[in-house]
Protein backbone atom coordinates (compact mmCIF):
# COMPACT_ATOMS: atom_id res chain seq x y z
CA UNK A 1 0.00 0.00 0.00
CA UNK A 2 1.37 3.58 -1.28
CA UNK A 3 1.72 5.71 1.57
CA UNK A 4 0.91 9.65 0.21
CA UNK A 5 1.65 12.88 2.17
CA UNK A 6 -1.65 14.68 3.00
CA UNK A 7 -0.03 17.82 2.57
CA UNK A 8 1.12 16.93 -1.01
CA UNK A 9 -0.22 19.35 -3.75
CA UNK A 10 -3.05 17.91 -5.57
CA UNK A 11 -1.38 16.04 -8.84
CA UNK A 12 -5.60 15.73 -10.67
CA UNK A 13 -5.93 19.38 -12.66
CA UNK A 14 -8.42 21.96 -11.22
CA UNK A 15 -11.30 23.22 -13.18
CA UNK A 16 -11.35 26.61 -13.31
CA UNK A 17 -14.63 28.21 -12.03
CA UNK A 18 -13.36 31.65 -12.40
CA UNK A 19 -15.49 32.00 -15.70
CA UNK A 20 -12.23 33.78 -17.13
CA UNK A 21 -11.65 31.45 -20.11
CA UNK A 22 -15.75 31.09 -21.05
CA UNK A 23 -15.83 32.05 -24.36
CA UNK A 24 -19.07 34.72 -25.07
CA UNK A 25 -20.18 36.02 -28.57
CA UNK A 26 -20.12 39.83 -28.94
CA UNK A 27 -22.46 42.38 -28.57
CA UNK A 28 -23.81 44.15 -31.47
CA UNK A 29 -26.88 46.21 -30.53
CA UNK A 30 -27.58 47.30 -34.47
CA UNK A 31 -27.05 44.02 -35.99
CA UNK A 32 -29.59 41.25 -36.84
CA UNK A 33 -26.85 38.72 -36.06
CA UNK A 34 -25.83 36.87 -32.38
CA UNK A 35 -27.60 36.39 -29.19
CA UNK A 36 -28.84 39.29 -26.76
CA UNK A 37 -29.78 38.55 -23.26
CA UNK A 38 -32.86 39.66 -20.84
CA UNK A 39 -31.41 42.06 -19.10
CA UNK A 40 -29.36 43.62 -22.08
CA UNK A 41 -32.96 43.59 -24.02
CA UNK A 42 -34.74 45.69 -21.54
CA UNK A 43 -31.80 47.91 -20.82
CA UNK A 44 -30.60 48.05 -24.10
CA UNK A 45 -34.01 48.80 -25.98
CA UNK A 46 -35.57 51.19 -23.30
CA UNK A 47 -32.51 53.52 -22.77
CA UNK A 48 -31.93 54.09 -26.69
CA UNK A 49 -35.82 54.56 -27.00
CA UNK A 50 -35.48 57.34 -24.24
CA UNK A 51 -32.40 58.98 -25.84
CA UNK A 52 -33.69 59.32 -29.27
CA UNK A 53 -36.94 60.68 -28.02
CA UNK A 54 -35.26 63.27 -26.26
CA UNK A 55 -32.81 64.16 -29.12
CA UNK A 56 -35.27 64.37 -31.38
CA UNK A 57 -37.77 66.48 -29.13
CA UNK A 58 -34.86 68.97 -28.57
CA UNK A 59 -34.01 69.32 -32.20
CA UNK A 60 -37.85 69.85 -33.15
CA UNK A 61 -37.55 72.55 -29.74
CA UNK A 62 -34.27 74.16 -31.19
CA UNK A 63 -36.34 74.34 -34.79
CA UNK A 64 -39.33 75.56 -33.77
CA UNK A 65 -37.30 78.58 -31.73
CA UNK A 66 -35.33 79.15 -35.19
CA UNK A 67 -38.47 79.24 -36.82
CA UNK A 68 -39.62 83.27 -36.15
CA UNK A 69 -41.24 84.74 -39.35
CA UNK A 70 -41.51 83.23 -42.97
CA UNK A 71 -39.86 80.47 -41.23
CA UNK A 72 -42.06 78.76 -39.16
CA UNK A 73 -43.84 76.71 -41.74
CA UNK A 74 -40.46 75.80 -42.92
CA UNK A 75 -39.20 74.83 -39.39
CA UNK A 76 -42.55 72.58 -38.67
CA UNK A 77 -42.39 70.74 -41.29
CA UNK A 78 -38.44 69.64 -40.83
CA UNK A 79 -39.55 69.37 -37.09
CA UNK A 80 -42.44 66.89 -38.24
CA UNK A 81 -39.95 64.63 -40.63
CA UNK A 82 -37.42 64.75 -37.93
CA UNK A 83 -40.26 62.60 -35.68
CA UNK A 84 -40.86 60.55 -37.87
CA UNK A 85 -37.26 59.68 -38.69
CA UNK A 86 -37.02 59.23 -34.80
CA UNK A 87 -39.92 56.79 -34.56
CA UNK A 88 -38.98 54.91 -37.94
CA UNK A 89 -35.46 54.08 -36.58
CA UNK A 90 -37.06 53.40 -33.01
CA UNK A 91 -38.87 51.13 -34.62
CA UNK A 92 -35.83 49.06 -36.68
CA UNK A 93 -33.94 48.85 -33.41
CA UNK A 94 -36.55 47.23 -31.48
CA UNK A 95 -36.77 44.59 -34.24
CA UNK A 96 -32.75 43.92 -34.19
CA UNK A 97 -33.05 44.14 -30.61
CA UNK A 98 -36.27 41.29 -30.99
CA UNK A 99 -34.42 39.11 -33.22
CA UNK A 100 -31.15 38.80 -31.08
CA UNK A 101 -33.39 38.12 -28.18
CA UNK A 102 -35.29 35.35 -30.15
CA UNK A 103 -31.66 33.95 -30.74
CA UNK A 104 -30.95 33.76 -27.43
CA UNK A 105 -33.37 31.11 -26.82
CA UNK A 106 -32.64 29.46 -29.86
CA UNK A 107 -35.62 30.58 -31.92
CA UNK A 108 -35.63 32.31 -35.41
CA UNK A 109 -35.89 35.76 -35.66
CA UNK A 110 -39.05 35.95 -37.69
CA UNK A 111 -41.03 35.56 -34.73
CA UNK A 112 -40.54 39.32 -34.42
CA UNK A 113 -43.47 39.58 -37.04
CA UNK A 114 -45.40 38.64 -33.90
CA UNK A 115 -45.11 42.33 -32.86
CA UNK A 116 -47.34 43.93 -35.11
CA UNK A 117 -49.93 41.53 -34.91
CA UNK A 118 -52.46 42.98 -31.66
CA UNK A 119 -52.56 41.73 -28.61
CA UNK A 120 -50.21 38.79 -29.83
CA UNK A 121 -47.52 41.09 -29.21
CA UNK A 122 -48.50 41.72 -25.58
CA UNK A 123 -47.61 37.94 -25.20
CA UNK A 124 -44.08 38.28 -27.43
CA UNK A 125 -43.38 41.02 -25.48
CA UNK A 126 -43.83 39.10 -22.33
CA UNK A 127 -41.20 36.26 -24.13
CA UNK A 128 -38.79 38.44 -24.77
CA UNK A 129 -38.56 39.78 -21.05
CA UNK A 130 -38.78 36.53 -19.29
CA UNK A 131 -37.93 33.48 -21.56
CA UNK A 132 -34.43 32.52 -20.01
CA UNK A 133 -31.49 32.03 -22.98
CA UNK A 134 -29.87 28.91 -23.80
CA UNK A 135 -27.11 28.22 -21.75
CA UNK A 136 -23.40 28.05 -23.91
CA UNK A 137 -23.73 28.04 -27.55
CA UNK A 138 -26.66 27.61 -29.04
CA UNK A 139 -27.77 27.27 -33.35
CA UNK A 140 -27.17 31.16 -33.64
CA UNK A 141 -24.10 31.59 -31.43
CA UNK A 142 -22.21 32.03 -28.63
CA UNK A 143 -24.19 32.87 -25.41
CA UNK A 144 -24.25 37.00 -24.29
CA UNK A 145 -21.38 37.95 -21.91
CA UNK A 146 -22.17 38.29 -18.37
CA UNK A 147 -24.04 41.73 -17.28
CA UNK A 148 -22.41 44.55 -16.09
CA UNK A 149 -23.64 46.21 -13.21
CA UNK A 150 -24.74 49.34 -15.63
CA UNK A 151 -26.37 46.96 -17.61
CA UNK A 152 -28.54 45.79 -14.84
CA UNK A 153 -29.28 49.13 -13.34
CA UNK A 154 -30.31 50.15 -16.62
CA UNK A 155 -32.53 47.26 -16.90
CA UNK A 156 -34.07 47.93 -13.28
CA UNK A 157 -34.06 51.81 -13.41
CA UNK A 158 -36.12 52.29 -16.63
CA UNK A 159 -39.25 50.15 -16.39
CA UNK A 160 -39.96 52.10 -12.77
CA UNK A 161 -40.00 55.46 -14.74
CA UNK A 162 -42.13 54.18 -17.51
CA UNK A 163 -44.26 53.10 -14.31
CA UNK A 164 -44.00 56.40 -12.56
CA UNK A 165 -45.46 58.00 -16.09
CA UNK A 166 -48.32 55.65 -15.97
CA UNK A 167 -49.05 56.72 -12.22
CA UNK A 168 -48.56 60.33 -13.43
CA UNK A 169 -50.76 60.05 -16.08
CA UNK A 170 -53.52 58.80 -14.24
CA UNK A 171 -52.89 61.11 -11.34
CA UNK A 172 -52.36 64.66 -12.76
CA UNK A 173 -55.88 64.65 -14.24
CA UNK A 174 -57.45 63.34 -11.55
CA UNK A 175 -55.63 65.68 -9.48
CA UNK A 176 -56.60 68.67 -12.07
CA UNK A 177 -60.11 67.99 -11.67
CA UNK A 178 -59.64 68.14 -8.11
CA UNK A 179 -58.58 71.69 -8.26
CA UNK A 180 -61.08 72.86 -10.49
CA UNK A 181 -63.62 71.34 -8.07
CA UNK A 182 -62.30 72.98 -5.52
CA UNK A 183 -62.52 76.63 -7.49
CA UNK A 184 -66.62 75.64 -8.46
CA UNK A 185 -66.88 74.89 -4.65
CA UNK A 186 -65.62 78.45 -3.89
CA UNK A 187 -69.38 79.67 -5.87
CA UNK A 188 -71.67 77.21 -4.42
CA UNK A 189 -70.03 79.09 -0.99
CA UNK A 190 -70.38 82.14 -2.19
CA UNK A 191 -73.46 81.53 -3.51
CA UNK A 192 -75.57 80.56 -0.05
CA UNK A 193 -76.04 83.90 1.14
CA UNK A 194 -77.77 84.96 -2.30
CA UNK A 195 -79.95 81.53 -1.82
CA UNK A 196 -81.22 82.90 1.53
CA UNK A 197 -81.74 86.19 0.16
CA UNK A 198 -84.10 84.61 -2.50
CA UNK A 199 -86.13 82.46 0.10
CA UNK A 200 -86.57 85.58 2.22
CA UNK A 201 -87.66 87.57 -0.70
CA UNK A 202 -90.22 84.63 -1.93
CA UNK A 203 -91.33 84.21 1.43
CA UNK A 204 -91.60 87.92 1.75
CA UNK A 205 -93.80 88.56 -1.25
CA UNK A 206 -94.76 84.90 -2.44
CA UNK A 207 -92.94 86.16 -5.47
CA UNK A 208 -89.33 84.86 -7.14
CA UNK A 209 -87.36 88.02 -6.95
CA UNK A 210 -86.49 88.88 -10.44
CA UNK A 211 -83.08 90.32 -9.43
CA UNK A 212 -80.66 90.74 -7.36
CA UNK A 213 -82.36 94.23 -5.86
CA UNK A 214 -85.85 92.82 -5.57
CA UNK A 215 -84.11 89.92 -3.48
CA UNK A 216 -83.08 93.04 -1.38
CA UNK A 217 -79.50 92.72 -2.41
CA UNK A 218 -77.02 95.82 -4.03
CA UNK A 219 -77.45 95.59 -7.83
CA UNK A 220 -73.40 95.00 -9.04
CA UNK A 221 -73.44 90.77 -8.84
CA UNK A 222 -69.59 91.52 -8.28
CA UNK A 223 -70.41 92.48 -4.93
CA UNK A 224 -70.96 88.69 -4.30
CA UNK A 225 -67.41 87.74 -6.25
CA UNK A 226 -64.39 86.16 -4.89
CA UNK A 227 -61.20 84.83 -5.95
CA UNK A 228 -62.54 82.20 -8.58
CA UNK A 229 -66.26 83.79 -9.19
CA UNK A 230 -66.68 87.22 -10.80
CA UNK A 231 -70.10 87.85 -9.05
CA UNK A 232 -73.19 86.04 -8.26
CA UNK A 233 -76.56 86.85 -9.79
CA UNK A 234 -80.49 86.43 -9.93
CA UNK A 235 -82.51 85.74 -12.40
CA UNK A 236 -85.96 85.05 -11.68
CA UNK A 237 -85.52 83.50 -8.86
CA UNK A 238 -82.25 81.14 -10.13
CA UNK A 239 -78.84 81.72 -8.34
CA UNK A 240 -76.45 82.47 -11.43
CA UNK A 241 -72.73 81.72 -10.33
CA UNK A 242 -70.43 83.25 -12.62
CA UNK A 243 -66.76 82.33 -12.80
CA UNK A 244 -63.94 84.64 -14.22
CA UNK A 245 -60.70 84.97 -15.28
CA UNK A 246 -58.49 83.92 -12.30
CA UNK A 247 -60.82 80.46 -12.32
CA UNK A 248 -59.18 77.13 -14.55
CA UNK A 249 -59.67 77.48 -17.99
CA UNK A 250 -62.20 74.82 -17.79
CA UNK A 251 -64.50 76.91 -16.21
CA UNK A 252 -63.29 80.11 -16.75
CA UNK A 253 -66.19 82.62 -18.17
CA UNK A 254 -68.76 79.58 -17.22
CA UNK A 255 -71.90 79.63 -15.40
CA UNK A 256 -73.58 77.48 -12.47
CA UNK A 257 -77.18 78.02 -12.22
CA UNK A 258 -78.93 76.90 -8.75
CA UNK A 259 -82.72 76.80 -8.92
CA UNK A 260 -85.30 77.12 -6.16
CA UNK A 261 -88.47 74.78 -6.29
CA UNK A 262 -91.67 75.32 -3.47
CA UNK A 263 -92.58 71.99 -1.79
CA UNK A 264 -96.27 71.67 -0.77
CA UNK A 265 -95.29 73.12 2.96
CA UNK A 266 -94.05 76.32 1.22
CA UNK A 267 -90.04 74.84 1.87
CA UNK A 268 -87.60 75.49 -0.16
CA UNK A 269 -85.72 73.23 -2.43
CA UNK A 270 -82.87 73.70 -4.67
CA UNK A 271 -81.78 72.33 -8.20
CA UNK A 272 -78.16 72.58 -8.89
CA UNK A 273 -77.05 72.62 -12.18
CA UNK A 274 -77.67 69.21 -14.05
CA UNK A 275 -79.14 67.73 -11.19
CA UNK A 276 -82.81 66.40 -11.44
CA UNK A 277 -86.00 68.66 -10.33
CA UNK A 278 -86.70 67.75 -6.68
CA UNK A 279 -89.42 65.26 -6.33
CA UNK A 280 -92.62 66.87 -5.07
CA UNK A 281 -91.85 70.34 -5.88
CA UNK A 282 -92.73 72.98 -8.17
CA UNK A 283 -90.68 75.43 -9.63
CA UNK A 284 -90.44 78.94 -7.84
CA UNK A 285 -90.57 80.66 -10.99
CA UNK A 286 -92.18 77.88 -13.87
CA UNK A 287 -91.22 80.67 -16.66
CA UNK A 288 -87.90 81.60 -15.31
CA UNK A 289 -84.38 80.21 -15.68
CA UNK A 290 -83.50 76.55 -15.76
CA UNK A 291 -80.75 75.44 -13.50
CA UNK A 292 -80.01 72.68 -16.20
CA UNK A 293 -80.07 74.90 -19.69
CA UNK A 294 -78.03 77.75 -17.36
CA UNK A 295 -75.74 75.55 -16.20
CA UNK A 296 -72.72 74.58 -18.79
CA UNK A 297 -69.99 73.32 -16.89
CA UNK A 298 -68.73 69.88 -17.35
CA UNK A 299 -70.46 67.15 -14.93
CA UNK A 300 -67.15 66.04 -13.79
CA UNK A 301 -65.88 69.25 -12.34
CA UNK A 302 -69.39 69.89 -10.29
CA UNK A 303 -69.99 68.28 -6.62
CA UNK A 304 -72.01 65.03 -6.95
CA UNK A 305 -75.36 67.02 -5.29
CA UNK A 306 -75.05 69.34 -8.87
CA UNK A 307 -74.66 66.08 -11.31
CA UNK A 308 -77.21 64.26 -13.13
Known sequence: ME???????????????????????????????????????????????VLA?????????????????????????????????????????????????????????????????????LIFYLVLWFVPGTKGENSYGKQPPPNTVGVIILACILPAFFVVGILAAIAIPAYQDYTVRAQVSEGLNLAAEVKAAVAQSYLDTDVAPAHRLAAGLSVDATDSGGKYVDGVDIADGTVLVKYGVEANTMIAGGTLAIQPYVGPDKSIVWQCGHAPAPGGAVAMAPNGVSAGAATNLQPRFLPSACRP
Open 53 to 121: LIGAFVIVGVLELAGAGSAVSASISVAQLIIIAAYVALLVLQILLGIQRAHDFNQSGWLVVLTFVPLVN
Open 3 to 49: NRNPYASPRAKVADDSGQSQDYGEIRIFSAQGRLGRVRYIGYGMGLT
